[in-house]
């Protein structure tokens, strides 16, 4: 059987110790029969959303795929597609969340929080996003539930960085001032998650210290400049 499950966008119990893949390493697996495939397929489009279909989904993960579970050493689960992982259950308890890599592949499909360039360096070596990291859009920002999925870009580039749970509700948000704890971070670019598959980038603007905007300069002492101002931050 596998732990697919019903994903879960807002789950009663948040995930209890700090999650990343900083040091876990794949211990074991074996590939999916066809029956599990077909839920992982569905557990998929409903973590995706309405915005992408079935035949959509087939671009990274066809209905007749060839679908390995790898279990990891921090109890999570990842789901791949020659070598790609595409899809991870942090506990193994069947609540399932898409990579970068496929949030690349549908960059607006998952709900969106912003933060700023500067900010990004924080997130890539590890960090949680707090709310004082958060930039509000104009109109507001928008409605979210406590443990709900979530996932990190930069205003401008329209490409996620991570993906992880909110830790309170955008009311309480709102009310503290946008202060205090924001999206508790499950997987990032450049994590050893990423480091498992291929290591492609959406774009140029995607470096190891830093998310940049698209069409930014991105020069040596640029990329130099950034990488000290987030080893003094």
């Given amino acids: 059987s596998t732990s697919t499950g019903r994903p879960s966008t807002h789950r009663g119990k948040r995930l209890q110790k700090t999650f990343m893949f900083?040091?876990?390493?794949?211990?074991?697996?074996?590939a999916l029969k066809g029956s599990d495939v077909k839920?992982?397929?569905k557990?998929?489009?409903e973590v995706l959303g309405p915005s992408v279909s079935e035949e959509d989904l087939n671009a990274i993960?066809?209905?007749?795929?060839?679908?390995?579970?790898?279990?990891?050493s921090n109890k999570a689960i990842v789901f791949t597609v020659a070598n790609q992982p595409l899809f991870f259950d942090p506990d193994g308890k069947g609540h399932v969340f898409p990579t970068v890599y496929t949030l690349w592949a549908f960059p607006a499909a998952v709900k969106s929080l912003l933060t700023f360039s500067e900010v990004s360096p924080k997130v890539l070596g590890g960090a949680d996003l707090m709310l004082p990291g958060v930039i509000?859009?104009?109109a507001g920002m928008p409605e979210f539930a406590a443990d709900e999925m979530m996932v990190l870009r930069i205003p401008e580039n329209p490409y996620p960085f991570a993906v992880?749970?909110?830790?309170?509700?955008s009311a309480t948000a709102t009310g503290s001032g946008m202060k205090g704890r924001g999206l508790k971070v499950l997987h990032h670019f450049p994590d050893p998650l990423w480091a498992m598959g291929d290591k492609s980038l959406p774009c140029d603007a995607f470096r190891p210290e830093r998310v940049f905007p698209l069409g930014?300069?991105?020069?040596?002492?640029?990329?130099?400049s950034s990488a000290a101002a987030a080893a003094a931050a």
């Fill in 61 to 72: 993960l066809p209905s007749k795929a060839d679908v390995q579970l790898v279990k990891m």
């Fill in 39 to 41: 839920k992982l397929r």
């Fill in 136 to 138: 509000v859009p104009p």
């Fill in 164 to 169: 992880g749970e909110m830790q309170v509700d």
């Fill in 43 to 45: 557990s998929a489009l």
């Fill in 216 to 224: 930014a300069d991105l020069n040596a002492s640029t990329v130099s």
């Fill in 22 to 30: 900083k040091k876990a390493t794949p211990s074991g697996g074996h």
